[in-house]
Each structure stands twice: as structure tokens, then as C-alpha cells.
């Protein structure tokens, strides 16, 4: 921590001069170059206000703007509050100092930043307005947050940078370590995108519900929904909030359906996909394929063993299919039947020669016929059916397209 | 289009002088019979003003009061905006002169115009209230649509009317022309049935979220939600209002579960149906069946080559079970199983016969025992099951009732 | 009937003079011990006052505080709305006399009465409050329910008080009479937990529609959701209000996640459980036991004639698996499978005999090997499967933990 000390910075007149003092900040031992970093305003308990409760990036930095890093560091730095950035993560307030002194800095781009420019200049100067609205407060309301190493997350609100990176499409699905998330987040009643504190309801439910004035809970979770926090792309859709946890990812021309659909956190799809099953935490689908209405896909939570399934491109899962394995590109689940990892899947020296041709690296036993799912797991262009007169599960090449790796070959 | 004018109508003053009226306006060349018409409210886009993203309409006339059809193009064309009969569709802007002329045409009527009665007029009445009211402005809130072909819609007032027209009963699920609505329709955030524009979502984010007024987004589609636009009957329990997209159809009766269930746009039932299960679109279910917990029948986007399903009276659709054929009355379809066009079921010989005598029309071979599943389409009274100790898919006569239809016989 | 009359009952001093009063009313006839009483906010039809929609009571009192009850039957009889105690049910409005006697007897605890402490307390000092709120009239907006016999509900104020017992976890699941309930609930549009009366909709549909102020209706039944009444625990979580309803009951840890689950009024949990599948009405499901996505227990009205189903503790129901028949402990239906009372189960000599080690009154003939599901109802230690290369349904003693009942043994 450096000692706290309160000063003006001096406003840059120039890129130039903003680029000199980038520079100069980020050799100096007050920076660290963040993996994430942002500005969120927080909602903290109703009765234990110490407690976040939830945290809103209107911007999220992954992997870029370290310029804004520096500002930012150098801003709250001689706002008097102090800084650290020896451990993994770094939260902390703010201050009217911290504005004045991140507006100085960033004087350079003012006029510019507007829509898609300079977006935490933006974050700034709407912050300096906050300054003189009623019902804010900037040293409560708002932190800023600045994560340094990939590791289990300490705090609400580095947890929700790392869900923002997966939810935006800023880190790939699995890629972060949320471990301890669920220890992390609080319970709480939401309504209408407000976490509300349990021991509030109970504390007030008397008057609450006397003088008419119970919030309508929409749920009670650890996370909020997807899209109290996310614009999905124009041509991603989402048909019912309660479908999508905070957390997931949609790619952009993904469908989410209402009727029996979920996906998790880290989870969810590289591409355009029709969604109307389940996506559970970990698992993946890509690009064309469609997760009938009803089909499960397991997730390491969930029945895998730990392995997490990734469904690959123009795979189709039948309605009310059930699918416990990693599948590749082109497959087939047909409706109602269940590809689990121990399932044995009986595919003819036929089909397993033409399934051959789409997965080149695949070189089973000559006179193989009767396979365990785990033996088939990621493979390219299988139709999984239940011949419906003697009820064997059989794996044959399938009708779909399959758009063989090329890196593969 | 004809020439622009702006007169007054004169007051008529007897139902007499209101049917001579009509009468001759019909003969005129600016009346044309319309399918469908009537007066919305228009949500616009917050950043494109523009774009309609919603019409609400108070009163849907279908095939119905060419009376009033009759006064409202007279108003419209003597108050000067100007109208247009010769395409499929006429969609206008209205204003105070057109309110006054309706008015005027309406006075013989007017103390009649209450609960059920004259419904047009009491739209007019209203927006006479809403010429005196903050926050409104008649030439910008409100639009008139009439349809005179029913082929592919050329707006999104007019893709609403026919969606009404189905949603209300007042069409039937499959007649109408509604090629090109998602091209018509904009993907926008929807919170508490207001329609939002993505982009405005956009750029606005970082006010939004910094002041805590990001709005409480329900969902993000094209259509709006069935409960949204339609008052169900007494008898008709919709447990979410999720579960059941805008241009469904609920008869009278229909309960729609909350746990796996959704019924899109042009699907539905026609009679008192608990479903628990998905009706895709284009598909039909008839009064006294039964879509079990998560039961899927599979629509024309869905699985069923173009073929449209419609479930006929008393059928029971097993929990989990999947449909991808139409079936008649009194069929059963066991808990879990999965019928499509390509499944092979066994009926022995003995059961074919009891399945003959409900069907007349069905005349398989003698021999005949292995049937695909669209070679037994349609037929009443089978009960499909899977042999629990050989997995053999078999159809036998239900023990569900079967109302022959007189006709056929 | 009592004689009405309308006297001021004297401010009781001590501790002492309380259970004297209670005591000596307790013995007189205008006493009877109450199974269930409680004082509730009620939601009247907007078009029929006298229609009551909705009963919220901040207090439930389900076998408890027989004190509490002589204090408001003694208030009520000296406020001059008289009582009745004949029947099975005693519903009443109050009135600012009854709370004035209420305070005054309850006067030597009122300092105590605050948090967990004297919560009938607190609910009558909040109606003193209310006496002086505007909008609020205490003798149209708050009822009074005494219960004496669990016979048919009577009123929708008794029936909401039965429900709440239910939700809270005060009586146990399926061990209150609630036939006839519901007729005596009116089917409601829900908007942010107000019921509203479809006819309101009806006769006012052209000016809410017209000026924007149509409701958002979040759906239409005759019961409310679970969340509207109910603070689960700490560690329990809904991820979607629409997935509970009231009448449900959702032991401690128990997780309801949003995919294809439902937990119909008079079915639950009764211990932490995960469900991602439907709990029908009259289904219970154990402690530990994980109701897996999509999967359906079938209840009373859905298919298991009449038998109420109870999955016993640690049992896995494998996702869009569906189970008809009551299950013991450490159980296991396979993904997508179906048991159901009459589906046959293999069961090979060996397996039988383990699985009579877990369960000692099952002692099948010693040949026996094909089960139907309900001579194998309620029996621990199953894992049921489906041979994925003949179809056929088996069972065998599953590797789940089975925890016997001591007292069985």
C-alpha cells in the first residue's frame, strides 16, 4: 500500500504529453498491468451495507486500454486513497479527487470520446455529473477494480469482471479461474435487477406487507441474469431473462427459446445456435448447431466426471435428448435418446469406415462394432439413433455437413 | 392516393342518415372492403423514431364492421392526410380532424357506445380524451391499418393485426399470409411490455448503469408476448407469460404450465388443452388433449418437413415424449417415446383391426404390421408404446375415447 | 353469531394480568382453540369489491400462540364486529376499536415485541400506524382467520392461510384438506404480485391500451407464486419466481433452477434438494435426492391413479427421465428413461438379492425376475436403466448411498 497523499494532477494538454506520462507511470512501481480492469457502481446490503451485493460495469476492460489502466492508477494514487497492486486483485473507492485528477489526465481526448470512442472517458465525466446528483454518493456507490493474476477471485467484484469478460465474449468460455465464486456471492432476493438482502425482507416483512409494499422478487440467486447486465448482439435473442445466468455466453445469432432452455455461467455457444435445451456450466456449442427444445447437455456439475463437453458446429441434439459427451461437427442426437459416457453405441464396419473419412485421426480395432460413448466422444459426423424395433442405440454417418479441420489435415 | 383535403363532415343525426352514409361511401371509389383493420398505439424507436417496434390495438376488426371500416376512411380522407385502397395494405398517421369527423359520423351511436358495444367508437371517444392529454401527440402515437389482401405484410402494423387476428380467435392458426414477419419485425429489449431499441441500450449504457436506471429487461425478441396484447378467457391460465409468444391462440379453457412448456406464434389449441409440453409453430392442438411435462411437438421449422401437426380431440401426449406426426383423437402417446415420420412402429393384426374401426379410411395391406410413422398419421385411437423388455416401439387401439367424426361416416 | 357490541377493553398491567385474561377467556365460549389464525392485507377485485383476489398475511400462526388467539378473538367480540366460532372457519374484518383492545391486552409485552420476538405484536402496533396512512382503510383492507377444522376451505382467506402453512413448512406437504380450492380462487392477471380481475382488463382495455397504462401482466392464474409470500432460507435459491407456486414447500438448501422445472402448490422438498425437473402436485421429494433437468415426477392429477409419489433421500432422477412410482432411498433412474407403475422391470436373481439387503420387507417369490413399477414402489437402492443394445429396462442394485431407517430395523 503507498502511503495515502492528496494532490491535484496537472491537466495534460496534449496526446503527446498524455502519451509521455503513460509511459513514464507505467515504468514507475505504483503500476501493474492488469488483465482486467474497470469502474462499477455497487448495490451493498440493506442491512449489512459493507456487503456488495452486486456490481455493474458500464465498461469492462480485458486485456486492452492500459492506457486507461495507468490514468487510473496514477488518479486514485493522488486521490488520496492509496493503491496496491502487489496482490492478485485491487479493489477500491473513489473520490471526487480521483475524477478530477482522471479528467486532468484524460483532457487530451475529451472531445472525442463519445459512442464507441474512449469509453472510460466516458465513465469519468459521467462520474463528475454523479458528482452533483441527489441520491449518489461516489465514495459509496461506485469502486473501481483492477484484477492482476488469474486466480481464485477475493472479492464481488473482481468475480463480476471475470463473468462480465465471459458474458461480453472478452475471455473465452473456461478460460478464468472462478473458483470460490459461490462462497463469493450473496443470496439474495432480486427484483426487478435490485439484489435485495433476505434479512431485509424478513426485517420489514411485516411492514412490507402490510402497507402493500413487498418488492416483486423475480428470484433468489447468487447471480443476476444475463441481461441486467449484457446488450446482447442485434440479431441474438432471448426470449425469457430467466434463461440466461449472468456468466454465459452468447455468440452473436444465438437463439435462447422459453420453453425448457438454460444456460449457465461459463457455458454457452461460439456462434449462431438455437437454443431450447439445457447448457449447463462448462459446456459449449458452436457455431450452427441446434440444442432441441428439451435436450440436456451435461455439465462437469452435472454428470460428466469432470469433462466438460464442447458440441461442435452444425451438430444437431434431438428434443429431449440427453448428450454426456464431447461431439464434433455434424452430428446427429435423435429425439428422446441419451448418449451418456458409459452408453455402448453399436456402429457397423460400414459406418465406422465412412465415420472414418470425417475423422481421420479415429482408428479403432478392425473389427470393432460395439463402442462406449467415452470411445466416440468429439467425433465428426455421427447420427446417434434408437432403432425403434429392438431398441439398440447405433451410431452411423450422418446426413449433416461436416466441415473437416483443416488444420487437421 | 387521392388528392389531400381538409373539411369537416357533417353530424349525422340519425342511424338512418349513418346508413345512407355508409352506404353510398361504399359505393365510392375510396371504399374498399378491408380483411381486417383498426387503430393502434405505435411504440417508436427510441433512436430512430422511425421504427415502429410495437402496435397495440384496442379493438380488432376482422371480416367484421364495414361500417365502421366505411367511416373511418371517410375521416381519414376529409382530414386531409390522404388514403390509399389499391394495395394489399394501407397503413396512415391520423389527426384531431379525422377524430372530429369520426365523430361526427359516429353521433348517432354515441350513447350507445359502452362495455361491448360500438367498441370503434368508444376508440375514437378515447382519442378525443387523448387530444387533451400530456404526453401524447395523435399524429405520432396512433396509426390506422387496414388490410385488403391477405399476402405477405409490407409493415409492422399490419404484421400486428394479423398476429391479433389469430391471437383473438378471430382467424384461424395457419390461414393467414405471414411470410417475411422476422424481416418486418425488430429485435429489440422488452421491459414490462415496453419495446427498447438495442442501440439505444447502446448508447446510453454507461448513464444507465451509473445512475441505476438500466431498465429491467424481460426478454429480448421481435414479437411481444401473447399477455402482453390478448385478455385471456376466464377459463384460461397462461402460469408465465413467457411460456406463450404473441400470435399464439388459447381457446377457452387451455392451461399453460409453467415448467417445459411455450407455444409460438400461429400455434396453439382450439379447444380446453392443459399443455406442460411445446406447441412449435404450426402446430394445432384440439380441445380435451393432454401435452404432458415436457413433451415437444415439432413444428414446420422443426423437424416435420414442412408438414404441419395437428393433435387431435382427448389425445394424451406423454411427459417427455415427442411428436412429429399429426395424430387424431383419442391417441396416447406413452411417457418418454418419441414418434417421428421415420420411426417404425408394430401393430400386430389384431390391433390394426381395432384401429381400422375408428379409422375408416385406413386400409393397410392385409400382411401389413411394421408401419412408418407418417403411413399412420392422422389416425384416431392408437396408443404408441416401447416394450420395456425388448425396446420395440408398438402401436396398439387406445383405450381413450374416440368421437368419430359424423361426417366421415 | 355473539351479541355485537363496541367497549374499550382495559389496558392489561403486567405479565401476570395477561395470562389471567387469556386464561379465563380461553375457558369461555367465545373461545375455541384454533388450528391456524392470522391477520391479512387482501387484494379485492377492482370491478367486484367483495371478491377477494389475494390474502397476505406478514404472520402465520399453524398450532402456536393459543395467547395471541384469545387476545384478537377477545378484541374482535368487544370491537362490535362479533364472532362466530361454530364453524369450521371464522373470517372477519376489523376495525380501529379492535386494534386499540388488541394493544391494550397485549401492553405488557409491547417493549419485547420487535424481530423474531411477539411478531402478533408487531403485525397489530403496524395496523395502528396503518389507522393514519393515507389509502389505506382498515376495514376494507385487513381480514382476521381463525381455523378451527381442516375440513374444504371456505374462503379464499382461509384457503391462502392453508398454503402459507404449507410454504412456511408449518404443516407438513399433502396433510391439509384443500378440496375445492380451486373454485373458491379467482383466476387473475398477476401484474408485480397485484392481482388484477380479467373483466378490469376487459371493461377497460380501450383507454389502457390507448394511453399506454396497459399492465404488465407476468401471468394469469388462480394462484400466486411462491416468492410473493414466502422469504425462502439462506441457502435455498428460486432462479425463477414463476417456477414455485404458492402452496409449494422448499425445505433449507433446496435449488430450483430455471430450465424445465415446476413445483406445483402441495409438493416439494423436505430437505435440500436440486431441481432442475417438475415436482407435481402431491410429489415429495427428500433430502439429497437431485430431480434432474427435465425430469418429471408424476402427481396425483397427472398419471399415477391416485398413488402421491415420494422420492426418498440421496436418489438421482436422471435428466428428462420420468418417474411414476414412489422411490426409496439411494435410487437412480437413468437419463430419459421412464418407470411407471406398469412398466416391467428386469430384475436378475442377483441383483434382487442385494437389492433385499437394503430393503428387508421386500421378499419376492424366489423366481421372480420381471417387476412391474409398482411391486417395486418405494424400494431403495435401485438403479434403473435401459440396455442400450436390446431395450430392455433393468434393474440393479445402484451404488448410491443408502441410509436404511433404523426403525424398520
Known amino acids: 500500500m503507498t502511503t495515502k497523499k492528496n494532490k491535484t494532477l496537472k491537466k495534460l494538454e496534449s496526446v503527446e504529453a498524455f502519451k509521455k506520462f503513460v509511459s513514464e507511470f507505467q515504468q514507475s512501481s505504483s503500476y501493474r498491468e492488469p488483465i482486467g480492469f474497470g469502474i462499477a457502481r455497487v448495490d451493498r446490503g440493506q442491512v449489512n451495507s459493507e456487503k456488495i451485493l452486486q456490481a455493474t460495469y458500464p465498461v469492462v476492460n480485458w486485456k486492452e486500454n492500459f492506457g486507461s489502466a495507468a490514468v487510473f492508477l496514477a488518479s486514485l494514487e493522488a486521490s488520496g486513497v492509496g493503491i496496491d497492486v502487489s496482490g492478485s486483485e485491487f479493489v477500491s ?31 469519468i465525466a459521467m462520474l463528475e455529473e454523479v458528482l452533483g446528483m441527489e441520491g449518489f454518493d461516489v465514495e459509496v456507490d461506485y469502486k473501481i477494480i483492477f484484477i492482476f493474476e488469474d486466480v ?60 402493500n409494499s413487498y418488492p416483486p422478487i423475480d428470484f433468489v440467486d447468487k447471480f443476476p441474469r444475463f441481461l441486467t447486465h449484457v446488450i446482447p448482439a442485434d440479431n441474438t435473442r432471448v426470449l425469457d ?38 447448457i ?53 442426437v435423435d429425439a428422446g435418446i441419451s448418449i451418456l459416457e458409459g452408453t455402448k453405441v453399436f456402429i457397423s464396419r460400414d459406418e465406422v469406415a465412412k465415420i472414418k473419412d470425417v475423422n481421420p485421426s479415429f482408428n479403432p480395432d478392425e473389427s470393432k462394432e460395439l463402442f ?25 454417418r450422418s446426413k449433416r455437413e461436416v466441415k473437416l479441420n483443416v488444420e487437421l489435415h
Open 241 to 278: 431473462s430467466s434463461k440466461v445466468r449472468f456468466g454465459a455466453q452468447l455468440a452473436a445469432g444465438t437463439t435462447v427459446m422459453p420453453g425448457a432452455s438454460y444456460i449457465n455461467f461459463n457455458a454457452g455457444t461460439t456462434g449462431a445456435v438455437m437454443v431450447e435445451g439445457r
Open 152 to 211: 481464485a477471485p477475493k472479492s464481488v467484484e473482481s468475480a463480476y469482471l471475470k463473468l462480465y469478460a465471459l458474458s461480453l465474449g472478452k475471455a473465452p468460455l473456461r478460460s478464468l479461474n472462478l473458483n470460490g465464486i459461490f462462497g463469493l456471492l450473496t443470496n439474495c432476493a432480486w427484483a426487478q435487477g435490485t439484489p435485495i438482502e433476505l434479512d431485509y425482507l424478513r426485517e420489514h416483512e411485516i411492514e412490507l406487507k402490510l402497507t
Open 280 to 332: 449447463s456450466s462448462s459446456a459449449i456449442v458452436e457455431a450452427g448447431s441446434d440444442v432441441g427444445g428439451g435436450a440436456s447437455i451435461l455439465g462437469v456439475l452435472s454428470g460428466t466426471n469432470g469433462n466438460p463437453i464442447t458440441i461442435g458446429k452444425n451438430t444437431l441434439l434431438g428434443a429431449n435428448s440427453v448428450t454426456g459427451i464431447p461431439l464434433g461437427d455434424g452430428c446427429i
Open 372 to 396: 462406449k460413448g467415452l470411445e466416440i466422444a468429439g467425433l465428426n459426423g455421427i447420427h446417434f439413433r434408437q432403432n425403434s424395433q429392438n431398441g439398440q442405440i447405433t451410431g452411423s
Open 93 to 123: 473507492s473513489i473520490n471526487a479527487k480521483f475524477i478530477e485528477n482522471a479528467l486532468n489526465l484524460f483532457e487530451p481526448f475529451m472531445n472525442e470520446a463519445d459512442g464507441d470512442k474512449h469509453r472510460n472517458i466516458q465513465v
